[in-house]
């Protein structure tokens, strides 16, 4: 295989495969009930004042904050790494969460990464 190269699903091709599954499932993994969700759409909600009012007496959780990174030739940059770490603690048993403030760039555009 000298000499040979891997091959790379673009951005969009991956994004465009990616099954999301409804809001609601999402709220229940994390104990979020339907009436505490205010849906806009199908796979995003507001979580109601109630509901954040209610667990205010909890313990904080934890917070790792990617700011920055080198993609790899693949395009593995930030948005890569922190859905593999949600996926990742989520396997191990705990209950994470990701938020992306912008989530890559790179499939609005049709290529790789988020400077497009």
């Known amino acids: 295989l000298a000499g040979s190269k891997m091959a790379y699903k673009s951005d969009i091709e991956i994004a465009r495969e990616a099954?999301?599954?409804?809001?609601?499932?999402?709220?229940?993994?994390?104990?979020i009930s339907?009436?505490?969700l205010l849906p806009y759409g199908h796979d995003k909600a507001k979580v109601s004042?109630?509901?954040?009012?209610?667990?205010?007496?909890?313990?904080?959780?934890k917070l790792i904050l990617v700011?920055?990174?080198?993609?790899t030739p693949a395009g593995e940059g930030k948005t890569?790494?922190?859905?593999?770490?949600?996926?990742?603690l989520n396997r191990i048993g705990k209950n994470?969460?990701?938020c992306i403030r912008e989530a890559s760039l790179?499939?609005?555009?049709?290529?790789?990464?988020?400077?497009?």
């Open 19 to 31: 099954q999301k599954k409804p809001i609601q499932e999402i709220g229940a993994k994390l104990g």
């Open 34 to 36: 339907s009436d505490d």
């Open 49 to 61: 004042q109630d509901f954040i009012n209610s667990v205010q007496d909890r313990d904080n959780g």
């Open 67 to 71: 700011t920055a990174i080198n993609p």
């Open 80 to 88: 890569t790494t922190t859905v593999g770490l949600g996926d990742g």
């Open 96 to 98: 994470a969460c990701v």
């Open 106 to 116: 790179g499939p609005n555009f049709g290529m790789k990464g988020g400077a497009a």
